[in-house]
């Protein structure tokens, strides 16, 4: 009878454990899909902000990168008299810089910036 109850014992451990990964990889899943949607809404939100009401450029003026900022604005191009070149980032909700953004920004900030030009490439 003992070994009945070890066996029993065991299947009920299997089922539990199977239910528990099942749920696990559901959740995970999930999760997974939420974090992935919220990435692809982020990134369809950056290539409609130039259009919205309140952006403070015209769009004509920008230029979409994605990476390692979102835009760049040649203030003015459209009306051939650039003005400033401005580094936009676009961030939603409680999102914050990455390192590499703060650094980007920090190197505008000081003025770090230069003009390089190449020719000759043949």
Same mark, same amino acid.
Request: proline share 0%; net charge negative; glycine share 14%.
């Given at each position: 009878m003992n070994y009945v109850n070890y066996v029993l014992a065991a299947v009920v451990v299997v089922l539990v454990f199977l239910l528990w990964k099942? +749920?696990?990889t559901r959740a995970v899943r999930h999760d997974a899909i939420q974090r992935s949607l919220a990435v692809t809404a982020g990134k369809v939100y950056?290539? /409609?902000v130039p259009y919205l009401p309140d952006f403070p450029f015209n769009p004509k003026d920008v230029r979409f990168l994605g990476s390692p900022v979102d835009f760049v604005v040649f $203030?003015? /191009?459209s $009306?051939?008299?650039i003005t400033r070149i401005v580094f936009v980032e676009v961030k939603?909700?409680?999102a914050d810089l990455s390192t590499r953004e703060r +650094?980007? +920004?920090d190197a505008v900030q000081d003025s770090r910036v230069e003009w390089?030009? /190449?020719r000759g490439l043949e």
């Open positions: 099942a +749920r696990y950056e290539q /409609l $203030d003015g /191009l $009306d051939g008299n939603t909700g409680a +650094r980007i +920004r390089y030009e /190449l």
